[in-house]
Every structure is written in structure tokens, then in C-alpha cells.
């Protein structure tokens, strides 16, 4: 194993890094689209309520392959030309999106509508009850499953190796074929994602432990 | 309390079994002699493409694997084990033909491989059954004619993953980029959406594709020289002589000619009269 760190370092260092900058642009996007779908969910209308249902059901039930292939080989065919990196990443942040979206709207329904009640006698707007009320709790008892979820993400990024996106698995096939060493190639590239992974898992519970503290 | 300690005497005891498992098997598989085996079962398991127009394709109406490594491989099966010999097919592909080969799920390789001095590290060659040559593959009116054309940073070389062109277009062109994709028909794909200029294999590979998407043509000629060789675990001399001594006969009988002509006769731009023996 320390072989291969020694001889394929570069690719491996690259590989490393073109994951991480995949995971943290989709996981940046996909919450903000998976909350503002979220969101859209609970509004008290049918249509904005249609229309996030579509988005989510559609994107949660496609393979992300599939969609990461649709980025990769029709759009360029007939619009615009997007590399593998872009074409794996938006794949993966409309992917994973549509899982948060469901997220966190668990979190917000879970909220007692006694309070939404409350705030709304109270004078305060539709989107203020949101933002100050709802949402602020509605994170807080989502958290560890929008943990699974960031994992979860992270470790889907692989999906990039099949558009050539030069992250880490797609180094890890190009090592194991060209050392000819499959598994230590693949035990090497299995530690980098642990080594992206556990931190994450760590301060997710970190997290999770924190607001549990300040009251609940 | 208890219920912990079972369950983690439980996963201890399940992963002792798997590594006994696979110690086991890497272990039997040296000592066994693969040949005598067959023999015994009259059936040989080769490794073959199933992605490759021309050397081994799926045929999706009646899901049978042709091309002219399938046809050779069931041509050797029967010199080395008689007329009941019968060959049966493992689809492989550039990157899972060696650790297959290893495992023991395949006897021998017959897909494409070039005869490389990295790879008779790992494997034993039979003499070479094919002479193919590295080329790459543009869209009709491209600006690229050759592979020194490609030898710029702008330009994108498509191959595939665990192919040796890949490794060798590197010498060629060490200045364009290059994306491996995990498949002859993905590599393609990729092609066909711009993500690349030109896709680089052997020539044979290559004029199947071009035969079935007429938009693209094979250019600038070959620039290397790739023999195909049927590749068997180390140890397995049995075996590879006996594929050796087959490939002879069947070159002798002219069916290696047949064989060529049947496949490469029609394929335009490629005289199959220079490879034939």
C-alpha cells in the first residue's frame, strides 16, 4: 500500500482534492435547493406544492448515474459543452437535493402547529414564521439525518469517475489498472474517502450534541 | 449487554471466514494445473470483450457474444481438447480482465490485450494471434490528421481505462489531455458529445467503430505495433503451450485466414491481407 501512495501520490493528492471540491460545491448547492424545495412543499398552496413534488420525486427516483450521464453525454450533444467534473457535480447536487428536500421537510412538519398558530396570531408573516420560528428548529431535529445525507453525498461523488472527473475512485481505477494491484489501489483510495468521511461523521454529532444543549 | 457481545463475536467470526476464504483460493489456484482440469470438464472459461465490434460484441437479439476473438477462442478449444471441447465466455473489459484472471474466474484471456513487458510480469503471453496497431479515431473534418496534431494543450485524447494506448499516448502526446473512461462504447459515447478530440486505441477496435458511425474515420495510420496475446495466470505453462501449439495448427489449416477474412474482409480502409498468416 505504501507503495502506491509513493508512486501514484500526484494522482491520488489530485484525486483527493477534486473530490472534495465536487463534495463541498453539491453539498453547498443541494441545500440551499433542497430547503428552498423544502419549503416550497409546505407552503399552503397546490401549485408551489406540485411543482416540488415533481422535483423530488422525479430526481429522487432516477439513478444518479443516469442523470450524471444526461449532463454528460445530451446536454453537450445538443446544447452546451459541460467537462465530466461539472456534468458529475450537477448530477450530484440535483441528486442528493431531492433526498434533503425530503429532509428537511420532515424536520419542518414535525414543528408543532400550535406554534405556527401561535406566530401567526402573533402577527408575523408566512415567511417570518418560517424563518425565526420553524426552520430554526426544523434543522435542528433534521440534523443527523442531513448528516446520513452529507455522507451519503460524499461518498456518491464516485459517480464522477465514470465521466472521466478525475476524482478519486476514477484515480483509483487508473492506478489499479496501471500498477496492476487492484486492491491495494482500492484499499488506498477507500482510506482517502474515510479520511473525508469520519471528520465529517465527527462533526456532524458534534453538532448534533451542541444544539441538543441549548435547549430543546 | 450480551446481545453486543454476540454480535461482535458474530462479525469477528465472519471476517476471519472471509480471509480464510480468500487465502484459500489464491493458494489452490497455483498449484492447480488449469489445462488438465479442463480436460477433465471439456470446457475452457476464456475472458472476452463484449464491447469491441469486430474482436467480441454482444449481439443483443440473442445475447451471444461475436466477433473474431470468440470465433478463435472456440477454434482453440477445440485443438486443445478435442471436438467436444466446448468454450464458454466471461465478458471482461480492459480493467476487470486482470483481477478476474487472477481469482481463477477465467482460464485465459482473449480480449484485446497487447503483449506488454509490465504485463509478463504479472501473466503469461501465448504467441501473438493478432498484430494490431495503436491509431486514433476523429470526427469527419476534424483539424486533427495525425496523432502529432493531438500534441497540444488544448487538445482531449479519450482512451480507456487499463488499455495500454492510453499509456503510450502519453509519449505521443504528452501535452494534450487525457480522460479515461471505463469502456470501449463509453469512450465513444464521450466522443460522439465532444468531450474529447480523438479517441485512441488499436486500429482494429477502432475501424469497428468507425464501420458502424460513418461520421467518424480512422486517421494518420497506426503508430505503433500491438500483438494480441491469450493471456493465462503464471505457472499455467501447460496451458499456454497447448494454446500455442493450437494457434499453430489452426494457422497451418488456413482457418486463421478464414477467420480474418470473415471479419475484416469488408471493413473499409483495412487491408486484412497485411495481417494474414
Redesign the interface.
Known sequence: MINIFQNYGSQLWQGFWQTIICSIISLFFALIIGSGFAILETVPNKWTHLIARMYIELFRNIPLLVITMFF???I??YFV?I??FAAGTIGLTIYSSAFIAETVRSGIQSVDVGQIEGARANGLTFWQTMVHIVLPQAFRYVLPPLGNQFINLVKNSSVL????GFDLM?QG??I???S?Q?MNAYLCVGLLYLVITLPLSYYMRYLERRTLKGGA | MKVKQWRFGLLTTLLMLIMVVSGCGSRSLATKNILKEDQKTQAITWGVKADTRLFGLMDVKDNQIKGFEIDLAKALTKEMLGKNGQAKFIQVNSQTRMPLLKNGNIDAIIATMTITPEREKQVDFSRSYFDAGQAILVKNGSPIKNVADLNQKKATVLGVVGSNSVQTIKKFAPKAKLMQLSDYSQALTALKSGQGDALTTDNGILYGMAAENPGYSVVGGTFTKEPYGVAVNKNQTDFRNAVNVALTKIEKSGDYNRLLKKWFGHVKGFNYKEVQR
Open positions: 454528460y453525454v445530451v453537450p450533444m459543452k467537462s465530466g469517475a465514470f465521466v472521466a476514477y481505477n487508473v489499479a489498472s496501471d496492476l487492484s
